[in-house]
């Protein structure tokens, strides 16, 4: 009889298990005991900025990966709010927005970019001297399994939330593929 694992390891695998539905694989690979086919049923995540409180975010003088940490939701558990990292939990279309906002500034931008795999896939930039500032931007892209999306602060950018929740970043998976 294999080692079914430490009491730890199978509650791992009970909970990583428990947000995939389950069946059997068909076909001669069956008579493998055991075997099953993984498919996730739902992904969709929508965070902020902040958690609580105002502030600004930048300027830093280099590009610096942003990290969302309220979440609203995070339906499949596929976007990570201590990193800020969205990963793929399977191969399918997924689309994705951001939105940023700040106060005017002569000295700095507003501009942010959303990124795959270090890729940078679009930008959102916006830049005056006075007054309330916002910018948003979206795309549907083709994800395999442990692809990771993220939104980054340009170098030179600096971002403004409140309580009001300005500043979010949202995904969600159309089908998969």
Known sequence: QPNSGSSEERQRR???LSQYHISP??????????????????????TSLRTFGNGHTGAFNTETNL??????????NAYNPHTGLFTAPVRGVYHFEFYIHGHGD??????????????QICTAHVSQSSGGLSASNGVTLLLKVGDVVFVRLLDNSKLYDNANRHNTFSGHMLFTM
């Open 14 to 16: 009970f909970v990583i």
């Open 25 to 46: 694989v068909l076909g001669p690979s069956a008579a493998v005991k055991g075997l099953f086919s993984l498919t996730v049923r739902k992904v969709a995540f929508s």
């Open 67 to 76: 990290i969302f940490k309220h979440v609203f939701e995070n339906i499949g």
């Open 106 to 119: 002569s000295l700095h931008v507003m501009s942010a970019a959303l990124v795959k795999n270090e890729q």
